[in-house]
């Protein structure tokens, strides 16, 4: 499945209530479509305010509901037939009177009646809160939204930041790309609910001296769509990166390191307080026995420097052995004989699941394709975007799991 197809089949209604964040959901709606979702817009009158209808109709593709009263509905309950359909109601942005609304169980407009009519079970309720700091902090918002949550919804955000009326801080409304994530999760099954993972990632750098260093082709993607994928599936996700440019998941406590030894003594702490440990970084095996503090010169005379150098630790073999371990998964990154090298490694580390891919065919790509050893034998996971092998690993992980 294509990343961007991440919504295929779902329908949400995407509510919008009055606040100078509506011209972010415009954004939002192609987001959703560029996803695969179907999007019927509903908006409030104060929403029709800030943004039109018309400008929310060519996006999504369908005329808005405005009113209950709409004739448009055969049998007049609009607020039945658009809930009946919908997979989610996610409004964006709901104001301070709406989510205030909602915590009543008020329904005297479209929007706050779908939301009371909705499935409750089967069709989930998001809300994007965007309003003035003040209003978010005030106890009576506060108050509601606690409520509203009590009563089943979700709340996504909000963030803290520039606010249109000059002040800064919390309130304003998450970006489209934000929620888009927020709903794809909020679509995955739950299988690590309540699991803790810890996840090493990327390549790690080696000082020559200050200015030089041993490093290698891997980019993290894997390391940081399995976070993504774990996070997603409901776990708390700690990632230990090395030098990489990729944004955090949502929602994932990062570390950054450098070194080997400094992945090494971040993940080493952890992983007792972990119930998985999938090691996907691709740790330097050697580094320079010293690090100069000084650049080491070229004298003119054509001498080569000799670099010492000295192991790094094994920190996939040190977690596996540790009284506490969590469920050890170690990656295998080969040129060649993948099968029989990953059944090898997975011995050599002690871990009960090893994960087999070609270096030369995924380092710095968007997609790969995994083998998974286990004491079992062998699984292919076939070629596909690394967030689609994560998931799908993710699952393999879930299952293999020791039951609580
Ligand atoms: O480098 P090698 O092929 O042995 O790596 C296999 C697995 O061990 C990978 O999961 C990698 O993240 C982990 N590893 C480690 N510490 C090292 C070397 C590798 O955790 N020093």
């Known amino acids: 499945m294509n990343e961007l197809q991440d919504l295929q089949g779902r329908h949400v209604v995407l509510g919008l ?28 009158e104060a929403a029709a305010q800030f ?18 009263w709409d ?18 109601v996610l409004v964006a942005p709901a104001s301070a009177d709406f989510i205030a609304k909602l915590a009543q169980g008020r329904a005297d407009e479209l929007l706050s009646l779908l939301c009371l009519a909705r499935p409750i079970e ?18 009576a918002t506060q108050r509601n939204a606690a409520q509203v949550v009590a009563d089943g919804a979700l709340i996504l955000g909000p963030a803290a930041g520039d606010q249109a009326c000059g002040e800064v801080g919390d309130g304003r409304m998450l970006e489209a790309l934000e929620l888009c994530d927020e ?46 994928a774990a996070q997603e599936a409901g776990a708390s996700v700690t990632l230990v990166a090395g030098p990489v440019a990729l944004p955090t998941p949502r929602h994932v406590a990062r570390v950054d390191v450098k070194s080997a030894q400094q992945m090494h003594d971040a993940v080493l702490p952890l992983a007792p307080q972990h119930d998985v440990f999938v090691a996907t970084a691709a740790v330097a095996d050697w580094r320079p ?27 996939l073999a040190a977690v596996a052995r540790l009284p506490a371990a969590p469920y050890c998964v170690g990656f295998a990154a080969e040129s060649h004989d993948l099968a029989q090298h990953a059944r090898a490694k997975r011995l050599r580390k002690g871990v009960p699941l090893i994960v087999g891919n070609l270096g030369p065919a995924t380092f710095g790509r968007d997609d790969n394709a995994l083998l998974l050893v286990d004491d079992q034998g062998e699984r292919e996971l076939a070629r596909a975007d690394k967030l689609t092998l994560a998931r799908a690993l993710v699952a393999e992980i879930a299952q293999r799991l020791p039951a609580r």
């Open 122 to 139: 089967r069709c989930a309720l998001l809300l994007a809160p965007a309003m003035n700091r003040e209003m978010w902090a005030h106890p």
């Open 51 to 68: 943004i039109t209808p018309v400008t929310m109709q060519a996006l999504s593709n369908r005329s808005v509901y405005l009113s209950q």
């Open 71 to 88: 004739a448009r509905e055969p049998n007049a309950m609009a607020h039945i037939n658009l809930t009946r359909e919908a997979d989610a």
């Open 17 to 44: 209530s009055g606040g100078i964040a509506c011209y972010k959901s415009a954004e939002l709606v192609r987001e959703l479509v560029r996803h695969g979702a179907s999007v019927q817009v509903v908006m409030t």
């Open 183 to 228: 709903l794809i999760a909020h679509f995955q099954p739950k299988r690590l609910a309540g699991r803790r993972v810890l996840i090493s990632a990327g390549p790690t750098f080696e000082a020559i001296d200050p200015v030089r260093g041993i490093t290698n082709l891997s980019s993290g993607k894997m390391g940081f769509a399995i976070a993504r």
């Open 289 to 315: 026995a010293e690090c100069g503090a000084q650049k080491i010169k070229k004298d003119g005379s054509g001498a080569v420097p000799t670099i010492p150098m000295t192991e790094n630790p094994d920190i």
